[in-house]
C-alpha cells in the first residue's frame, strides 16, 4: 500500500492537499494502491499507518511542516520495517537535498511530482526502472546524495491527461464541514 499524508498546521483556511490529490489520481489510474491521510482531520493517523504497513509513504511539507513530517518520517522508520518514505511540496521542491540530508526520508521530489513518483512507485513495487533514471528525484546511493536532472514542466496536453482528483480517496464527510465551517468570520472570532 502507498500512503500519501498531508501534516497537521494550524490553519483557518483548510482545503484538502490538491497536490497530493492529483499524485494519487495518477497512481489510482495504474492500479496501484493508495490512501490519503491528513493529519488535520486524522490527529492519529500514524498509528494508522503503523497498523497498515505501508511499503512507501509520501509527505507533502511546507517549510512551516517540515520539522514535523521528519519527525513522523522518523517514527514510522523506527516502528514499521523497510517502510521508505518519500518527501515532495514546496519546501522539499526548494530545498531537496538538505531536506534529504536529515537522514529520514529515502527520497525528495523536485517540483511536480506525479510522473516521478509514478516512475518511482513503478521501481519499488514493480522492478521497472531504477532511481537514477527518475528526473527531479533526489535521493541516496552508496551514501552520497544523488541529485537527477528536472524535466521540463508539463505542457497543456499532457496536463489534459491528468486525472480529475480523485476526491473519493477523502472522507468527504469529515472535509466539507471542515472547509465551509473553517472559513467563516464566525470560526475565525470563536478560535483561539
Ligand atoms: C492553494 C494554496 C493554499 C491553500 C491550500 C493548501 C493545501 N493544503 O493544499 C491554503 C489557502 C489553505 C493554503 C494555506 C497555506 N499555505 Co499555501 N499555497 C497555495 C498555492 C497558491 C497553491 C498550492 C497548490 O494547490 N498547488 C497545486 C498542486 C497540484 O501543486 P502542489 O501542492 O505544489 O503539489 C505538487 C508538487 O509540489 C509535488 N508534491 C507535493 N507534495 C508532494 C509529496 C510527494 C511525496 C511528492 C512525490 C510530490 C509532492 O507534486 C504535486 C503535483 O505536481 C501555493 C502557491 C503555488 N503557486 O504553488 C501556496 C503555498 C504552497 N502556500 C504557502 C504557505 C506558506 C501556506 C501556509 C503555511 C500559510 C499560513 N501561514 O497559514 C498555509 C499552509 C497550509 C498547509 N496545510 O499546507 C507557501 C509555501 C512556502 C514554503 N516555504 O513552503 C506557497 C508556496 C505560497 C508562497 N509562495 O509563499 N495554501
Known amino acids: 500500500m502507498i500512503a500519501l499524508v498531508q501534516p497537521r498546521l494550524p490553519d483557518r483556511n483548510y482545503i484538502p492537499n490538491l497536490g497530493l490529490l492529483s499524485l494519487a489520481g495518477v497512481l489510482e489510474r495504474e492500479g496501484y494502491p493508495i490512501r490519503i491521510f491528513d493529519e488535520n482531520l486524522?490527529?492519529?493517523?500514524?498509528?494508522?499507518?503503523?497498523?497498515?504497513?505501508?511499503?512507501?509513504?509520501?509527505?507533502?511539507?511546507?517549510?512551516?511542516?517540515?520539522?514535523?513530517?521528519?519527525?513522523?518520517?522518523?517514527?514510522?522508520?523506527?516502528?514499521?520495517?523497510?517502510?521508505?518514505?518519500?518527501?515532495?511540496?514546496?519546501?522539499?521542491?526548494?530545498?531537496?537535498?538538505?531536506?534529504?540530508?536529515?537522514?529520514?526520508?529515502?527520497?525528495?521530489?523536485?517540483?511536480e511530482g506525479e510522473y516521478p513518483l509514478l516512475e518511482l512507485v513503478r521501481s519499488i513495487f514493480d522492478g521497472q526502472g531504477t532511481p537514477e533514471d527518475i528526473p527531479n528525484l533526489v535521493y541516496r546511493s552508496n551514501g552520497r546524495i544523488r541529485s537527477n536532472p528536472g524535466r521540463p514542466f508539463l505542457g497543456p496536453e499532457e496536463l489534459d491527461r491528468l486525472p480529475f482528483a480523485p476526491f473519493h480517496l477523502l472522507d468527504l464527510e469529515r472535509v466539507f464541514p471542515r472547509i465551509t465551517h473553517a472559513s467563516t468570520p464566525e470560526a475565525r472570532e470563536s478560535s483561539p
Open 42 to 111: 486524522d490527529p492519529n493517523y500514524l498509528s494508522e499507518l503503523v497498523r497498515l504497513r505501508p511499503r512507501l509513504v509520501g509527505f507533502t511539507a511546507v517549510t512551516a511542516a517540515v520539522n514535523r513530517v521528519g519527525r513522523a518520517a522518523e517514527l514510522l522508520k523506527e516502528s514499521v520495517d523497510g517502510v521508505l518514505i518519500a518527501a515532495g511540496g514546496p519546501h522539499v521542491s526548494v530545498l531537496p537535498e538538505e531536506t534529504l540530508s536529515g537522514g529520514r526520508f529515502d527520497y525528495c521530489v523536485v517540483g
